[in-house]
């Protein structure tokens, strides 16, 4: 009986350990998430579209920084359901004691803990893609737009050239018909 409150103790304490952890990196992982959407936005102030025209994430390495981020979460909220899934496994094994509430409670909240973090990682991730696929589409219409500006500029001076020549040749009518009269 010994030897099982020992087991079971030393899964609770690797429990506590990745909570903490996880914890630490989800709060790393929003604030890496929310610093590209606040710094798109702070830099709009210099132009109104720069915020949908500068890319959420910059350069690779902040893409990596991303992705290896996630990828560390996700390992930890794995070895996080490995260790509740074993102190489930090992009190609801035969020959266990019986167990009391306070054991029971305490197995329900590891289980609640590793639900809330897993919901937050898959909420904060799945926002920073929304605006990350916000950006690069704000993007496209943007350098569409200005492609349409930059291509009616061409046109918008054709047509100022031909409404000069149309004006000389109306000029040089009228004065045609000056002289002939």
Partial sequence: MICFYNFLEDLRKQARQLENELDLKLVSFSKLCTSYSHSSAR?????????DTTPLLNGSSQDRMF??????????????????????????SAGVPSLN?????????????????????HKTKANFMAVRE?????????KDIESYKSGSGVNNRRTELFLKE?????NSDRLIEETIR
């Fill in 101 to 121: 509430a306070a054991l029971m409670h305490t197995l329900q909240r590891h289980r609640d803990i590793l639900q809330d973090y897993t919901h937050e990682f």
């Fill in 134 to 142: 916000r950006e690069n589409l704000m993007g496209s219409v943007r």
């Fill in 67 to 92: 992705e290896t981020m996630a990828i560390e979460i996700e390992q930890l909220l794995a070895r996080l359901t490995g260790v509740n899934d074993k102190m489930a496994e090992y009190t609801n």
């Fill in 43 to 51: 830099d709009g102030g210099r132009d109104r579209y720069s915020s």
């Fill in 166 to 170: 149309h004006d000389h040749l109306r």
